[in-house]
């Protein structure tokens, strides 16, 4: 019944739109089975476009394409043409771990816990940190998850000469911890500002087997400095996260 509504509703729109071109007529429809959760995976076969809307399959593909091009759309071969998962969204104008800010969006979040030990940091870590030679730093590595999806990978440096409390982390359980919430409720420690540097970097063999994506598609890389109000760096960040599921949103106000 309620789908005999639908068609009957999808057929007084498009009545209604026959001064458009019919592959836009077509498109606008197809969006908006897309956006009110009709076609939430695969769509009908390009045949049965044809079929419902009466018109020829060069139409269809128009209309798909400007779809695909939205990327709303994604066409695999063999298998289909099927509705592209939406992007988590980060705004970068607040200050937050990546549990903060899935659970603030109603989320749930896991991590697979890759390393939680003191280590010899590399270079950039030890210039960032202005530690003295042979200093120790504390590595939390992680595979970040968002509903149950591989979303990133996190290698977290802590400083313990800004705060001898993180070395702390390694005798806990952080697949299921919050960093920010350890740092911020159990230690007390308040973060400042961040700096943060993003770019485009294609996976590694290693990190697209964690991601559960293929080895060289894209991901971004994010390197980000964390400072307390005294100017100490007290964590640096080395994640990448799938491209194609994530997204970065910056919001600029004007001087």
């Known amino acids: 019944m309620n789908n005999k509504i639908q068609t009957n509703n999808d057929i007084e729109k498009l009545e209604k739109r026959r001064d458009l071109p019919a592959y836009i007529a077509i498109y606008r429809t197809l969006k908006e089975r897309i956006e009110d959760g009709t076609y939430s995976k695969k769509l009908p076969t390009e045949k049965e476009l044809c079929k419902e809307f009466e018109v020829s399959r060069l139409t269809i593909r128009r209309a ?3 779809l695909k091009r939205e990327r709303l759309l994604v066409a ?14 980060e705004q970068l104008s607040t200050l937050a771990g990546f549990t903060e800010e899935a659970v603030s969006e109603g989320h749930k979040t896991k991590s697979l ?82 700096v943060e540097i993003i770019e485009i970097a294609k996976l590694t063999e290693s990190e697209a087997k964690h991601l559960e994506t293929d080895e060289g598609a894209y991901g971004i890389l994010r390197h980000r400095h964390t400072y307390t109000a005294d100017g100490s760096c007290l964590e640096y960040v080395e994640s990448i996260y799938r491209g194609d599921k994530y997204k970065l949103k910056v919001v600029r106000k004007s001087l």
């Open 76 to 89: 695999r071969k063999g298998k289909g043409t099927f509705v592209e998962e939406r992007k988590r969204e």
């Open 64 to 66: 798909l394409d400007e």
């Open 113 to 194: 816990v890759l390393k939680n030990e003191i280590i010899f940091p590399p270079p950039e870590v030890m210039d960032a940190f202005k530690l003295p030679h042979k200093g120790m730093v504390v590595l939390l590595e992680r595979v970040r998850f968002l509903d149950d999806q591989p979303m990133a990978i996190e290698k977290c440096y802590l400083n313990p000469l800004v705060d001898i409390r993180v070395l702390n982390i390694i005798k806990m359980d952080m697949s299921n911890e919050s960093l920010y919430r350890v740092l911020k409720e159990e230690f007390g420690i308040r973060f400042d500002h961040a």
